[in-house]
């Protein structure tokens, strides 16, 4: 029985990652590469044959694409990506707004009262807690984006692509969160409440001697409101973003660019959505805070006493700038370990050809 060359055919999109691909476009259309430069009787995979007109070489990536191993490394690279940018940046975090009248002053304020070792108070359990939730949030991203693509087909996946971001980004976030609670407990209430422990070592026995395990858990619904609606933020606009400065500002295509140059737009796209998440998911981050800060309290709690403009805008230009950073600094780390491995900078390919039907 012939061999079925549909079944050759990966679902993903290219739109989603693009390697190099020796198609040219002209007005959005793809010019049809020459069946001649297959053997003609050839119907092998490994010439990734899509229908009699089309051809895409063979990837030459180091990793094949969507093996175990492409979810490993990219679950490796959340690691990296997560968990130093949010250790890095542990000093931001311990900037009260209601305290402090600017950033400046905080650090100001901060270093006379704790020295220098207090701007870095916590970062045991943040490096840890978020190291877990880099490595959830990007490899499960990579997968749910390649599964509901899969659903999807490539013409349904092309189509609603962002959709298929905000889906795969969500479901990821939702277990990564799982992940990074306990320690986000933790550290919030060694942040927040001086005196309290020095960091995880004694933090961490004397949080569960008074609010026990399921304190651990107390702030995830909370988390997954600040969270989630980040992470689709994140993905669904960074996605977007890399593709629209591929599009209409970067003169030449991604597979022509050096790698630096993409990592440079990567890091561009990521500072610009991370502007967005910030703004985003500040609510749910101050309810989080307070929930973590305050014993028994309830959301309801968190209302009355910051109220619903408070809610909205306490810390929100420090926040901004933050999560702008760190979200610029988190792409650009990300994809340095996915070109350092071998694999192509995430997004800013072309849409993928339309596959004859038989």
Same mark, same amino acid.
């Given at each position: 029985?012939?061999?079925?060359?549909?079944?050759?055919?990966?679902?993903?999109?290219?739109?989603?990652?693009?390697?190099?691909? $020796?198609?040219?476009?002209?007005?959005?259309?793809?010019?049809?590469?020459?069946?001649?430069?297959?053997?003609?009787?050839?119907?092998?995979?490994?010439?990734?044959?899509?229908?009699?007109?089309?051809?895409?070489?063979?990837?030459?990536?180091?990793?094949?694409? #969507?093996?175990?191993?492409?979810?490993?490394?990219?679950?490796?690279?959340?690691?990296?990506?997560?968990?130093?940018?949010?250790? !890095?940046? !542990?000093?931001?975090?311990?900037?009260?707004?209601?305290?402090?009248?600017?950033?400046?002053?905080?650090?100001?304020?901060?270093?006379?009262?704790?020295?220098?070792?207090?701007? #870095?108070?916590?970062?045991?359990?943040?490096?840890? $807690?978020?190291?877990?939730?880099?490595?959830?949030k990007f490899g499960f991203y990579e997968f749910f984006k390649k599964y509901y693509s899969d659903m999807a087909g490539p013409e349904n996946a092309a189509k609603y692509k962002t959709l298929i971001y905000l889906a795969g980004s969500a479901s990821a976030e939702l277990i990564a969160d799982v992940a990074l609670c306990p320690m986000e407990a933790v550290k919030v209430r060694v942040q927040t409440q001086p005196g309290f422990a020095r960091g995880l070592a004694d933090g961490m026995?004397?949080?569960?001697?008074?609010?026990?395990?399921?304190?651990?858990?107390?702030?995830?619904?909370?988390?997954? $409101?600040?969270?989630?609606?980040?992470?689709?933020?994140?993905?669904?606009? #960074?996605? !977007?973003?890399?593709?629209?400065?591929?599009?209409?500002?970067?003169?030449t295509p991604k597979d022509q660019c050096s790698k630096n140059l993409q990592l440079g737009i990567s890091f561009a796209g990521g500072y610009l959505a991370g502007i967005l998440c910030a703004i985003v998911s500040h609510p749910a981050d101050n309810l989080v805070s307070f929930l973590n800060n305050a014993r028994g309290a309830t959301a309801g709690d968190a209302v009355r006493q910051l109220g619903l403009w408070g809610l909205f805008t306490r810390g929100l230009p420090l926040r901004i700038v933050m999560i702008g950073t760190l979200t610029g600094a988190q792409w650009g780390i990300y994809d340095a370990f996915k070109v350092f491995v071998g694999l192509p900078t995430t997004g800013g390919g072309a849409p993928a050809p339309a596959v004859a039907k038989p």
């Open positions: 029985m012939a061999k079925n060359n549909h079944s050759c055919q990966s679902l993903i999109p290219s739109f989603l990652y693009s390697s190099s691909v $020796g198609s040219s476009y002209n007005g959005g259309v793809p010019q049809l590469l020459q069946q001649s430069k297959l053997s003609p009787s050839s119907n092998s995979c490994d010439h990734g044959v899509l229908s009699k007109n089309f051809v895409i070489p063979a990837p030459s990536e180091k990793i094949e694409m #969507f093996s175990p191993a492409y979810y490993l490394a990219c679950t490796a690279g959340g690691v990296f990506s997560c968990g130093l940018t949010h250790m !890095t940046v !542990t000093p931001l975090d311990l900037i009260d707004p209601s305290k402090y009248k600017s950033i400046t002053s905080g650090f100001g304020v901060l270093l006379k009262e704790q020295g220098a070792r207090g701007f #870095f108070r916590g970062w045991v359990p943040t490096l840890l $807690g978020y190291s877990a939730q880099g490595a959830c026995p004397k949080f569960l001697r008074s609010e026990g395990y399921s304190g651990l858990y107390k702030g995830l619904v909370p988390l997954w $409101g600040r969270q989630i609606p980040y992470t689709m933020m994140k993905f669904a606009s #960074f996605e !977007t973003i890399v593709e629209q400065l591929y599009k209409n500002v970067i003169p």
